[in-house]
């Protein structure tokens, strides 16, 4: 049963913040707080400006700012706007407010007996974005939920059978789930649903809950957190803030800034929706948004940093110098040394010979340590090298014919490609690692995926995979250049796809890209299902994607098509034709006789597929939380609007106007084919791939095409 979750805010105690964040907030407002005439408090909390107490008071940077103080309650508390939002610390760039929970009871006959709906949002206006520091978290044995947002879905499920396996402490799956979400969102809505209604785990686990906090404040209890829901609601609603970006500007950068006063700077935020911060210079405090500007810190003044010798302020820094009767350093604590009348040479020679000693000391002391770690580095890689199947792989590589069959790369290789795995380098993130770009020595660029860790005992299995992935050669399949073994998790090095992911070209505007045309829908179609055809049935051992949805097809600087991946691809031995797996894969394209039996076929990438096309041909996302419940699934939609003859009120108005009829029917017939439930009644992906070619080549006498044209237009609205 699916439950949409309508975020409703349940407010945290006040007494929850901790002291450091609160430091933090009263960091920014040292001198002038607020504007003049404007409150500074609410309770015990300070407001700095650009935020402001009352709404439409002109106590804030602009309304988008204002917050309200609430004296209906003891003490009393500070809401973002009009609105319910309980915010508990605000600092020079973060804010923490109050924190709700979606939760689903069942009885034993598996009956709801509680439910809490809930959904937020900040308008696009609001300084306020959810940071990275939250994680969505999914608590239950029997429970999936999603996390939706603009651009943006995920989901995440826990799953157990008996109370003891549930581990204490971190969310592995047992039980207790965890995903991240992406920069810069502003708002999310939450879907709970459940595998058997709690009837198999009721008796310790009656309850499945979803929440958005931060994720350094939620520990998971295990068994205890899964049997009680009245603690863990007050222990998590107590202790689990939700933390938010806050930045000005809009979308503006800093060289359009004007609101930063004298003696601070801007910067940047790391946002794709832009904005900035106004930040003191070094050696000054206060308030940069308000006049007066930042002051310059005497910082001579409450504690001597000279170590008691003479300390002078200067602006927005100090000097120090050894008092009357001592000579040499004042910044360190034995710097200033006596000076003796008749002595001042001996003391010149002592003070020499002593810094020299110290720094050949100092050095040495490097030296031995900067030796020591590097050996400790070589061990640790070469150990990791071993553990993640280097040794198999070099035998491997000894056999004649497989010399140039994979590329070994070094650890310094990557880091020198990636910048040091830069966080600027980033180019994707998925299920199954992240992903870098990179620039080789000989100046090939490169996607670096960091994947997920290898079983050691596994390790034999993934270096065939790994081999016979790199022999894959096909023009729209993303080649495996090559990998690196020294790190703890293998890092694959595949060939760089410049053109972004398939899913953004259809769902970034509505109605595609202006290139994406039928034509060229059916060309991508046609590719993509030539590529899978390929790994399932002419690769040298048949290869099972497992992971086929659009954001996993990309497209190169022609537009054409390139398959890439495979960090959940299974090998299948020519004598099988099925395999048990683990189920893994993307919720919304996931094969269901896949997902209930872990029997793995290539009829599992047929489905996914067939998902992929129905979104080609309507522009929808595989789910949506706007659609009833039984529509939310874009599968189930497409295949119901198929058998109740509604094929053209659910395509998209682009493709109505560009396709004829007959191409759209065979394409339907053949999406609905690809989705039955059982895999045998799919066809293969060859079939699908042939099928697909034919409708490109398939051409009509001119004058048939005009009659087609003008049936096709009478079926679309006048406005459109």
Known sequence: MLLLFTLVLLTLPSTMVSGGNLQSSTAIATGNIAKQGCKTHCGTLTVPYPFGIGVGKGCSLDESFDLNCSSTETPPKLFYGSGNIEIYNISDSEARVSNSIGFTCYNQHGNVTQATDAW?????????????????????????????GTNFSSGCWGSCTKKNEVPEGYCSGIGCCQISIPKGLKDYGVELSTFDNHTKVQSFNPCGMAFLGEEDSFKFLGASDL?????????????????LDWVIGGNRSCTEATECKGNSSCKDAELEIGGY??????????????DPDCQDIDECKDKNPCFGHNCSNTPGSYSCTCRPGYTGDATTAYGCQPVAKDSKFTIMVFTIALALGLLAIFSAVTGICFVIRKRKLTKLREKFFEQNGGVFLKQKLKV?????????????????????????????????????????????????????????????QFVNEVLILTQVIHRNVVKLLGCCLEEEVPVLVYEFISNNTLFYHIHHISGGMSWLSWENRLRIAAEAAGALGYLHSQATMPIIHRDVKSTNILLDDNYST???????????????????TLVQGTLGYLDPQYFNTSQLTDKSDVYSFGVVLAELITGQKPLCAYRTNEDKNLATYFVKSIKENRLYEIVE????????????????ELVKRCL???????????EVAMELEGLRKFTTHPWVQQQIHEESASLIPEDE
């Open 653 to 668: 108005p682009r493709v109505l106007r560009e396709g004829t009829l007959e191409h759209l029917q065979a394409v339907g």
């Open 676 to 686: 039955m439930l059982e895999g045998e009644d799919r066809p293969t992906m060859k």
């Open 400 to 460: 004649p014919g497989t010399s140039d069959a994979v590329t070994i790369f070094s650890t310094e290789q990557l880091q020198k490609a990636t910048g040091n795995y830069s966080e600027e380098r980033i180019i994707g993130r998925g299920g199954y690692g992240v992903v870098y770009k990179g620039i080789l020595p000989d100046k090939r660029v490169v996607a670096i995926k960091k994947s997920k860790l290898v079983d050691g005992t596994q390790a034999e």
């Open 227 to 243: 049997n009680n829901i009245t603690q863990f609601l007050d222990k998590t609603i107590s202790n689990v803030p939700i933390v």
């Open 277 to 290: 911060h106004c930040i003191c210079n070094e050696g000054y405090e206060g308030n940069p948004y308000l």
């Open 562 to 580: 390139k398959i890439s991946d495979f960090g959940a691809s299974r090998l299948i031995p020519l004598d099988h034709d099925q395999v048990t």
């Open 120 to 148: 937020t949002t900040f308008s696009t206006t609001s300084p306020f974005t959810f940071s990275l520091k939250n994680k969505f978290t999914v608590i239950g044995c029997d429970d999936f939920a999603f996390i939706t």
